[in-house]
């Protein structure tokens, strides 16, 4: 077997906080929280991988901490067999051309004082991509990759939608020619009716090039669209993982499931189906003990809230975080 593309192995991220006046009098120490908890992943080569949870899950702090914008606390980030969190600078200039991240909001994510050419062709110089005679004729087939015309290169972002203004994200990320991106929510600052256009263009372009993914969202049926494996998280543990067709067909963590019933359905056919997640995320500064989720859990019992859950397998493709994941106690979503 050939080894995976990206392999994280117990990655933790600790944010220090503020240290309140009643720390100081009380003697304790600066409160910390943990925002990445012990996190182990694999991305294949050519694999899209869905990484899937509510807001404040850690989502979004692992997809930097991958690309080492936050620096790890604990653990390894091997890519193509480096590991990226003990990388030089040197060392991460080459990763980075090789791994890419594409933003939530496209419009803060571009200089406003930057015409869509002057951002990508400023990627292509630090790179050096190509030479600077051929800058503009790579620039336009870039922008032609992801479906803009070349009249678009010497606008500005604030005249473009928002649409157009993730494709110039998409295309300079593209412009160092990588072989896996980091989409972080890359349609979730987007109107409905031009999501569907962007995940189309991202599965063209993962076909044509070749590309490995971790898409990164909080809808399910986003996720289910991109993805064939999917990784669920709650605040900072990935707690679920499986095949598209496992986890909407056959989940076992009593979260995905609350995920899975909020799903919007158009067929009028009555399910006995998990109820809706109530409450909020826990702060990381906080971490309820036993299992994170019991104090959201319809389903805890003593256990839950003591000793925190096993790792079962409940397939070759699926584990679940949860002291009930071998048996399953609501009909599949």
Not at 126 to 154: C, K, N, Q, W, Y
Not at 303 to 327: D, K, L, M, N
Request: glycine share 10%.
């Amino acid at each position: 077997m050939t080894e995976p593309l990206l392999k994280v192995e117990n990655l933790v991220v600790e944010f220090p906080g503020r240290r309140r006046l009643v720390d100081w009098l009380g003697g304790r120490p600066r409160p910390v929280a943990r925002v990445i908890d012990g996190v182990d992943l694999t991305i294949d080569r050519h694999e899209t991988l869905g990484l899937v949870g509510e807001s404040g899950s850690g989502k979004t702090t692992l997809g930097r901490a991958i690309l080492r914008l936050v620096r790890p606390s604990a653990g390894r980030v091997l890519f193509e067999g480096r590991d990226i969190a003990r990388a030089d600078a040197e060392g991460l200039r080459g990763l980075r051309r090789r791994l890419q991240m594409v933003f939530q909001n496209p419009h803060s994510s571009l200089n406003p004082r930057f015409t869509v050419s002057a951002a990508i062709a400023e990627v292509l110089r630090f790179h050096r991509i190509v030479p600077e005679g051929d800058i503009g004729a790579e620039t336009a087939r870039l922008l032609s990759l992801v479906g803009l015309g070349s009249e678009m290169a010497g606008r500005y972002p604030r005249s473009l939608s928002g649409g157009q203004r993730q494709r110039v994200g998409l295309a300079r990320a593209l412009a160092v020619r990588p072989s896996m991106l980091v989409l972080d929510e890359p349609v979730a600052a987007l109107d409905v009716s031009i999501q569907a256009q962007v995940l189309n263009l991202l599965n063209d372009l993962r076909g044509e090039l070749g590309l490995t993914m971790l898409f990164i969202a909080h809808e399910m049926s986003v996720v289910r669209h991109m993805s064939r494996r999917i990784a669920v998280m709650y605040l900072g543990r990935i707690v679920e993982t499986g095949t598209t067709d496992e986890i909407f067909g056959n989940a076992r963590h009593p979260y995905t499931q609350g995920l899975l019933g909020a799903v919007p359905r158009l067929e009028p056919v009555k399910r006995r189906r998990q109820a809706m997640l109530q409450g909020d995320v826990p702060s990381p500064y906080a971490i309820p003990a036993g299992c994170r989720f019991h104090t959201r859990c319809p389903r805890a019992e003593d256990i839950c809230r003591r000793v925190a859950p096993p790792r079962v397998r409940v397939s070759a493709t699926h584990e679940a975080e949860c002291h009930f994941a071998g048996s399953p106690s609501v009909v599949p979503a």
